[in-house]
């Protein structure tokens, strides 16, 4: 598709900082913003990236046509399913404590498994991003074996509350937002795109658009917030330091005492026809703090696998993950603690991609170290494993306790349970606060300009504003590098060597504010 002379990218290279290492990667404008267009540009950037050590750290301005109308900050946040996220804490036993957990790292990332790859902007020095969701627990049967019932944004009729009733797609476009700037911004992360005959072999199962429609249908929003019976979780996020692009996060459910801190730095590199991304060297996994209650002082850490985006030279990307996952709590109050390891099966580059997950979740010795060798579900000796798990991390994970566990029979132990469907349960919309409300560092209130332009596919516009905002940005590195001065983060501590950052008095205040906040827009 050919476009006016009004929507081409200028074909000027982008601006360059000259505060980053390595040389600039720049992407001449194709001059289509059709998919044609894009997949042009997409290929000219891969062949560009071949043997950079570490594309994250490069300098790197695309045009705005290849962007998703979405910052970066509010992009990741673990937080897909903040219920899931809440419910960590509810019951008094550690065994079953640490299954939430291994629940809510399936399910932290759900974009990727309802949703499409995309490139967000790049966040910018200073940027920061706060938000809340107002969920309703989720509830648990007494009996541990039984799956997890919830409350919203579910297509499982056995979850959703007697008193919700399913609401058209054309209702959640209308509830998640007041405005379709919003409301694009939040269902792109829920689209999906036609199978298409041409689809490779190596391409996940793509459900037709009218299977989409089916789920979507049918879910279930439940309370839209001004329901008592809500808990409310909070997130702030600031970038605090653009190279290499590093931001920390924290987010927490006071109602439930529990807490979210860690720091987002991904290093990435082109491997053959694919995108490898690893988590940077300040990335060290998210760190989940369990701050009163049942699980008072215990912390778990959870570590981040290895991802590859594929598909990159037929325009048709999914994600595969590979290596492993590590969950590992301390702080607890038994003799032992509870181990979990989840392990990404590599997928054969010939077949189709089947997103196959195992695990096992084992006890250690806290004062030993030997555990730290086990990351692979073989590695753990099997006097050790209480429970396996094994499934689709894209769709249903099953577990069952084994015989070394404690007070089980031992015909319950060859009996399969569901740990989580992800078919049926959704990307719960976050709540954001009005434009008018926000401050100019803010992401949203940041990109205004550049998201308008782009729904509003006055792409030309968009990359403008998007070269002016990165102007600014080098310009205010470059008056602190006259003066002599460095930032400082305002909403966390200077020092993240530790990996879990420490909020700082005004991003306390920050989280207090976003307690308290009524007046509110949903995306």
């Known amino acids: 598709m050919t476009v006016s002379t009004d929507d081409v990218i200028p074909t000027t290279a982008p601006a360059i900082d000259e505060d980053a290492p390595d040389a600039p990667i720049s992407v001449p404008d194709s001059g289509d913003t059709g998919e044609g267009g894009k997949l042009k540009m997409i290929v000219q950037l891969v062949k560009k990236s071949l043997g950079v050590k570490d594309i994250a750290a490069m300098r790197l301005s695309l045009p705005a046509s290849l962007l998703e109308p979405l910052p970066n900050l509010e992009y990741w946040h673990y937080l897909d399913r903040p219920d899931l996220f809440a419910s960590i804490n509810d019951s008094h036993d550690a065994f079953e404590r640490m299954l939430a957990v291994v629940r809510f790292t399936f399910t932290k990332d759900l974009k990727f498994v309802h949703g499409k790859v995309c490139k967000p902007y790049n966040s910018v020095l200073g ?37 919700t009733t399913a609401l058209p797609l054309e209702t959640l476009s209308i509830r998640s937002g007041h405005s379709s700037k919003s409301t694009r911004s939040g269902l792109s992360l829920l689209s999906k795109t036609k199978a298409s005959p ?7 199962h793509q459900a037709p658009e009218a299977e989409l429609a089916g789920h979507m249908s049918s879910l279930s929003l439940g309370p839209d917030g001004s329901d008592s019976d809500t808990v409310r979780v909070v997130y702030i996020t600031e970038q605090v330091s653009h190279h290499p692009p590093i931001s920390a996060y924290y987010a927490t459910c006071p109602a439930r005492s529990v807490e979210m801190i860690g720091i987002d730095q991904i290093s990435a590199k082109v491997s053959g ?26 912390s778990y850490h959870i570590t981040h696998p290895v991802a590859s985006v594929n598909g990159i030279l037929r325009g048709s990307f999914y994600i595969t993950v590979a290596d492993s996952t590590i969950i590992t709590c301390t702080g607890g109050k038994g003799e032992e603690n509870y181990r979990a390891v989840i392990e990404y099966k590599e997928e054969s580059w010939l077949g189709r991609a089947h997103f196959l997950v195992e695990g096992v979740i084992h006890t250690y010795d ?7 060798e086990w990351t692979k579900a073989k590695h753990v000796p099997q006097s050790r494993v209480v429970a396996v798990f094994d499934g689709c991390w894209r769709n249903h ?5 084994t015989a070394s566990s404690s007070n089980v029979s031992l015909s319950s132990t060859s009996e399969y ?11 719960v919309p976050k709540v954001v606060r009005p434009l008018e409300k926000q401050v100019p560092s803010e992401s949203r209130k940041l990109w205004e300009g550049v998201t308008t332009k782009l ?15 990165e102007q600014k940005q080098r310009d205010e590195a470059s008056e602190r590098k006259r003066k002599g001065e460095e930032f400082i983060p305002k909403y966390f501590e200077k020092d993240i060597s530790s990996g879990a950052p420490i909020l700082t008095a005004e991003g306390r205040k920050a989280i207090e504010e976003e307690l308290r906040e009524r007046c509110s827009e949903t995306s």
């Open 397 to 401: 994970i099953r577990w069952r306790r």
């Open 455 to 469: 729904l509003n596919k006055e792409y030309g516009e968009a990359t403008k504003h998007k070269l002016a905002i």
């Open 127 to 163: 940027e920061h991003f706060r938000s809340h969701w107002d969920v309703p627990p989720v509830r648990y049967s007494s009996d541990p074996s039984h799956p997890p019932i919830f409350g919203t944004h579910t297509t499982d009729t056995h979850s959703a509350p007697a008193s």
């Open 417 to 427: 349970h569901t740990l989580v469907d992800l078919s049926k349960i959704h990307v």
């Open 366 to 372: 806290e004062d030993s170290t030997e555990h730290e």
């Open 198 to 204: 041409s689809t490779a072999p190596t391409s996940p």
């Open 273 to 298: 026809t694919t995108l490898r991304v690893a988590p940077g060297s300040h990335n060290k996994g998210i760190f989940i703090n369990l701050t009163g209650g049942a699980g008072g002082g215990e």
